[in-house]
């Protein structure tokens, strides 16, 4: 069993920056494929991007690709997501997901992740 938690999250204004991290209870992230989502108030969860595992691929969703970019942190065992040039539309939970076996076809949907951290709020004032 995987547990995983977000961390990073806060209340900034538009333009600023933030970076988010997730951390996991296994030995290394390095075997799985992590993906950060968000879930605003009254929507469905949204896929931000995917760090896929041993880093051999990542991919964003247009609506933050140029903003967003994650990373592994190997001393520190987490995939973080630095995000840029934030704006009141990036307000959400952001949650990072974990799975050993999602397919590349499949990665953009929640359904494909069997681990899933708490979350944590991001708030972005106009």
């Known amino acids: 069993q995987v547990q995983l938690v977000e961390s990073g999250g806060g209340l900034v204004q538009a333009g600023a920056s933030l970076r988010l991290s997730c951390a996991a209870s296994?030995?290394?992230?390095?075997?799985?494929?992590v993906s950060w989502f968000r879930q605003a108030p009254g929507q469905e969860r949204e896929f931000v991007g995917s760090?896929?595992?041993?880093?051999?691929?990542?991919f964003y969703s247009d609506s933050v690709k140029g903003r967003f970019t994650i990373s592994r942190d190997s001393a520190k065992n987490t995939i973080d997501l630095q995000m840029n040039s934030l704006k009141p539309d990036d307000t959400a939970v952001y949650y990072c997901?974990?799975?050993?076996?999602?397919?590349?076809?499949?990665?953009?949907?929640?359904?494909?992740?069997?681990?899933w951290g708490q979350g944590t709020q991001v708030t972005v004032s106009s």
């Open positions: 296994v030995g290394t992230l390095s075997t799985y494929t």
């Open positions: 760090w896929w595992r041993r880093g051999s691929n990542l």
């Open positions: 997901a974990a799975s050993r076996t999602v397919i590349l076809s499949a990665a953009r949907s929640a359904e494909a992740y069997h681990y």
